[in-house]
Structures are given as C-alpha cells and as structure tokens.
C-alpha cells in the first residue's frame, strides 16, 4: 500500500514538525499551502514561510488558491450569521469545506492515499478523540469532517504536548526559527476585531434599544452585531447596580435584551444539519455547546434530522449558531448547530 501522504502547510511550527515526523515514520511527503482568505498581504507572508518550512523538511510544496470557495462556503456565511444575530463558528465550516473537503480532492489528482495536518486530535479511522495535550486540543472545531474521509487522515501531533513539539524544534538546527514564530489566531481572517472586519459589509454602529426581560427599554447599544449571548459589557442599563448580561438578540429591530445571571441559564437545545459518526437515534452522552467550555452530560433524541438535547445540567450563554459537540469521554460522537434553545 502507498504511504505517500498530503500535508496542510502554514509555515508555523506545528505543520513543520508534522512534516518531520511523518518522514520518519517513512510516509512519502508532500505539503499544500491552501489561499483561503484574501485579507491583503497575508499569503505573500505565509506561503513564503510555507516554502521555507518545505525546502528545510525537503519535500515538494503545492499552492492552491481557494479564495473563491473559502469566500462563498466559509466568510459569506461568517457575515450572514453575525448579520442574523447569531453567533458563527467559521472554522467548523472551513474545516469541512476546505481543509478536508477540497484538500482531499487536492490529494486524489497527486495520489496521496493520506491527508495530514498539524492539527492536535487523534483519529482511529472510524472516529475522534481528544489530543492527549487538551490545552490545544481541536476536535470540537473537526466534528462537521465527513466520516468518510477518516480513514485516509493523519494527526502527528494528537499524541504530543505543545511544549514537547516547541522543545523539539528548538533543539534543531534551524528549525529554532519556526518554533519563535507567532502562533496564528483561531480565526484566520480576522486580523483586529470581528466588528472591524463586518464594518465593511454591514452596517455595525447603529445605536438601538436595550430591553429587560419583561420588554422594558431600560438603555441603549451600540449596535446589536456588537454582543453574542452572554456579553455583559458595552449597553447601558439606566439605574442598574447588578451585572447584566446579553439574554438575546432581536436583529430586525436592533434591539438586544438583557437579564441576570441566572436569565443565561439553558436547559435544552435543538440542533440541525447534523454530522454524526454513530448510528443511533437516542443516546446519553455529553455535549460541548462553546469551545472552551466543559462537556455536560446530556440525553439526546433525533427525530426528522434535528437532534434534541435535554441537558442534564444547566448551561449558561448558549448562543445559536454555534456548534455542540457530542463526546463519550475522549471520543467525538459528531455534533450540530445550535438553532434553538
């Protein structure tokens, strides 16, 4: 069988040591640097370190530019979301799409039998896990992947703490450059502020109403693309003492509405375009609803495609348009979109 594996190169460190790595185990290796976003000036940067990173590993580089697509299946739904007053998970979709949707299609025309990335997740072909390092762990930006393709994925780094991958690359040749850079940010096209960035699509700074739980103005924003569920900052609140925090969002009238703590908490959630990697229709388990946050435990029901949750704990801040992530302990169930809760 051919060992001859496609990498997703940025030139950081992660995908360099990566490289590295699967040389060693013997895989013949080639590296993809993907355009994606078109933020001005940023490819001219990265793909050189991609380059850099390839020449020192010593294998051939591909450039794909997959602006087009990247703008359609990943930034258009970014601006509409925030547009709806939802909250999007970018990175979700540009893993699906792009980092191993088109990747793939990329592998098929060379022959590469495998896909790779520097991603810090654990797959055994028929599932996810959790990477052993669970400060960067990423299988909740990786449950809307096709489980098709899991049997052609590599993960060199799922098995490897951050600092043992930084200690590595200082202590060789070279390769001490890489391990100095700048870590990228999760989302890779917003360079300031997400509110910076929508400016120039959408019309952000439109002052409208705050309203309380019982409908009451009792303040004013700054606009409502401004704040996701659970902000407690940037509203007035007249004659407030209290904290108050961001309950929900009304789009079409410019308004937000706040309320205490204990206003945030959720009960249930309803999720739709589903990405399971198990067949059953009803199942306890735990949910992930935020990255960063911690799984709880849950029972879940999946009827005409939409998956019900009843958690078994409350959550405070869930936010539609965001993701919820099925685990059994270290294992990825898949997950959905937050439409209702």
Request: glycine share 8%; proline share 3%.
């Amino acid at each position: 069988m051919s060992k001859k594996v496609l990498l997703g190169m940025s030139g950081g460190i992660d995908s360099t040591v990566s490289a590295m790595l699967l040389k060693e185990d013997g895989y013949e290796v080639e590296g993809l640097y993907m355009k994606l976003h078109s933020s001005p000036g940023y490819h001219e940067i990265h793909e050189a370190r991609a380059r850099k990173a390839a020449d020192f590993v010593g294998i051939t580089l591909h450039v794909i530019d997959l602006q087009e697509i990247f703008d359609e299946k990943v930034f258009k739904p970014f601006i509409d979301t925030y547009a709806k007053g939802k909250t999007p998970n970018p990175c979700a979709l540009c893993n699906r799409s792009l980092k191993f949707g088109e990747m793939v299609k990329f592998a098929d025309t060379i022959g590469a039998d495998f896909i790779a990335t520097g991603h810090y997740i654990k797959t055994d072909g028929k599932y996810f896990y959790e990477a052993d390092d669970d400060t960067k762990d990423q299988s909740y930006f990786l449950f809307y992947v096709n489980k098709e393709i899991l049997p052609r994925l590599l993960f060199p780094l799922g098995e490897r703490k951050k600092s043992e991958i930084k200690e590595l690359a200082a202590s060789i040749s070279g390769l001490e450059t890489f391990a100095s850079q700048r870590e990228s940010s999760e989302i890779c096209f917003v360079e300031t502020t997400y509110t910076d960035l929508l400016q120039d699509y959408v019309e952000v700074d439109k002052a409208g109403e705050v309203l309380d739980m019982n409908g009451n103005v009792v303040g004013e924003h700054k606009g409502y693309m401004h704040y996701t569920i659970g902000k407690r900052k940037g509203f007035s609140v007249n004659g407030a003492h209290d904290p108050h925090y961001v309950v929900s969002i009304d789009p079409e009238k410019n308004q937000i509405i706040v309320g205490k703590k204990e206003d945030l908490a959720c009960n249930s959630v309803v999720l739709g375009d589903l990405n399971l990697y198990i067949d059953a229709k009803s199942f306890d388990t735990s949910v992930k609803l935020r990255y960063r946050t911690k799984a709880v435990p849950c029972h879940v029901e999946i009827v005409n495609d939409k998956a019900y949750v009843t958690l078994k704990e409350s959550v405070f801040g869930v936010a539609t348009g965001q993701a919820a992530v099925f685990y059994d302990e270290n294992r990825l169930l898949g997950g959905g979109w937050i439409e209702d809760n």
